[in-house]
């Protein structure tokens, strides 16, 4: 799993939303994107150690 597939992922759903600062569904998806966008070696090495522990298995058959 590479961590650029789970971020376009996360952008998708934060442009389903309507840009609304007040609204916690938007508030919440910008900001974990903004954080693992930022953190993408961090979170590239996560999946890669749920991907050894088979966590994404079912996504990549």
């Known amino acids: 799993m590479k961590a650029e597939t789970m971020l ?35 979170f590239q090495k996560y999946l890669d150690d749920q991907s050894g522990r088979g966590a994404f298995e079912e996504f990549e058959d």
Do not use: Q
């Open 8 to 42: 376009a992922e996360l952008n998708r759903l934060r442009k389903d939303l309507d840009e609304d600062p007040g609204d916690i569904e938007w508030l919440t998806l910008h900001h974990v994107f903004c954080f693992v966008s930022y953190k993408m070696g961090d």
